[in-house]
């Protein structure tokens, strides 16, 4: 059974960094994209980065390009968002999602990952 826990969010100032860790267990890590996505109230998921299963190719969403990113440690079975330079518009909730399917990088719809339970984010200006 495959697990994702996220870790890190809190409370944080405008120009503040923080850092989010994620944890998979149940698969072989090292077969499976990772990726970061978050939520506001009202809005629907959106996606933020995704590194694929080697770590040798990240993707961004144009908001967060050259503020945050994305690294993950096979070893450890762990995935990390470096955050920097957040913005009030960054805060949300924030999941951790690993594909469905080994060594496939594209991006998917909510059906195609596994999802941890979310940590929030929060930047106050």
């Known amino acids: 059974q495959v697990h994702v826990v996220e870790s890190g969010g809190g409370s944080v100032q405008t120009g503040d960094s923080l850092r989010l860790s994620c944890v998979a267990s149940?698969?072989?890590?090292?077969?499976?994209?990772m990726a970061w996505f978050r939520q506001v109230p009202g809005k629907e998921r959106e996606f933020v980065a995704r590194i694929s299963w080697s770590g040798g190719t990240t993707v961004y969403a144009n908001s967060v390009k050259g503020r945050f990113t994305i690294s993950r440690d096979n070893a450890k079975s762990s995935m990390y968002l470096q955050m920097n330079s957040l913005k009030p518009e960054d805060t949300a909730v924030y999941y951790c999602a690993q594909d469905m399917r080994p060594h496939d990088l594209g991006l998917k719809g909510e059906w195609g990952y596994y999802w941890g339970q979310g940590t929030q984010v929060t930047v106050s200006s």
């Open positions: 149940g698969r072989t890590f090292s077969s499976y994209t």
